[in-house]
């Protein structure tokens, strides 16, 4: 099984320290502009996911599972691509949990190689909410 999605150690480390404020999360890769365009981080039922917005998978380890969203629009550029979510110091997007900390997640991405692509296609790409 090949993951469209996966986490660093280091994002994986932030991402328990904020569940533990803020209770079980969820990403979502919008297509906006800015920060629009990073990947944001929410409070699991407080964001509205619509049919159209693709599931991409899990991240995290054991107590920190959470779902990895991204709009059907980006998901069509991005259809090929291995994504990592990443933290790093800075100053990310006021309504993302992560923002108040002084870090922001980011996505780092490698094509996916022809064999992961190709057995990618044999997979259906679930939409809508699946937590």
């Not at 980011?106 to 790409?125: G, K, M, N």
């Amino acid at each position: 099984m090949v993951d469209r999605v996966t986490i660093t150690p280091e994002a994986e480390a932030m991402l328990r320290r904020l569940q533990g404020k803020h209770g079980p999360l969820m990403f979502h890769q919008s297509g906006g502009c800015c920060d629009g365009s990073a990947p944001m981080c929410y409070p699991r039922n407080e964001f509205k996911l619509g049919d159209v917005d693709v599931f991409l998978g899990w991240i995290g380890g054991v107590g920190v599972e959470t779902p990895f969203y991204m709009s059907s629009s980006q998901f069509a550029y991005w259809q090929h691509t291995h994504l990592t979510v990443d933290v790093v110091p800075g100053r990310g997007s006021g309504f993302s949990v992560e923002a108040p900390e002084g870090v922001r997640f980011l996505i780092r991405s490698r094509l996916f190689t022809d064999d992961e692509y190709l057995a990618l296609r044999e997979a259906p790409v679930p939409f809508g909410c699946q937590h």
